[in-house]
């Protein structure tokens, strides 16, 4: 898998991951009523932005663009920021998002020098749980009844991933 700057020609291939109701619903999005015209000028800017990263994930065997990752909500003075992914419905299951997240959070760490990176991830989605897990994220707290979808309030748990856990982690991978 390859990681690269997101384009506004990537989205032919996130349209699918936009307007799918099940990625609506793992990421809390409410109204995904999307205008084509508007992503295209939105995804055309990010490479334009200096608080966050957003990047395309990339099936290095086929070329195809599979899903975005994003570093945001950047917090400059506490070296710390927000990590988001997403996927196109049938790249889920197949582990790129523990794999993509660990590129992420290793370049977040080693290349961009933060110190900690946090993440949300609904009580409805074990699966994302399990794989942030992997990657090495710890579960700080709960934050209760944090979403309202379709008439169910859903907690969501705060979790991250600090520093020197990530530099045991990959001194572990590396030998």
């Not at 975005?68 to 927000?82: A, F, H, K, T």
């Not at 977040?108 to 990176?117: A, M, Q, S, T, V």
């Given at each position: 898998m390859t990681l690269r700057p997101i384009s506004a020609d990537d989205l032919p291939a996130l349209l699918p991951m936009l307007k799918d109701p099940?990625?609506?619903?793992?990421?809390?999005?409410h109204a995904a009523d999307f205008d084509d015209e508007r992503l295209r000028a939105w995804y055309a800017t990010r490479a334009d932005q200096d608080d966050r990263l957003d990047l395309a994930v990339v099936e290095r065997a086929t070329g195809r663009c599979v899903g975005?990752?994003?570093?945001?909500?950047?917090?400059?003075?506490?070296?710390?920021?927000?990590f988001r992914v997403a996927f196109v419905p049938d790249a889920v299951g197949r582990g790129l998002g523990t794999e993509a997240a660990r590129l992420i959070v290793g370049y977040?760490?080693?290349?961009?020098?933060?110190?900690?990176?946090w993440l949300e991830v609904y009580a409805f989605n074990p699966r994302a749980r399990r794989s942030y897990e992997k990657v090495g994220f710890v579960a700080e707290g709960t934050l209760r009844d944090a979403?309202?979808?379709e008439g169910e309030r859903v907690d969501a748990t705060v979790m991250s991933i600090l520093a020197p856990e990530w530099a045991r982690i990959a001194a572990g991978e590396r030998r």
């Open positions: 099940e990625v609506a619903r793992l990421t809390g999005s975005e990752i994003v570093l945001n909500q950047w917090d400059e003075g506490n070296e710390s920021c927000n977040g760490f080693e290349k961009l020098g933060l110190h900690r990176i979403l309202l979808w």
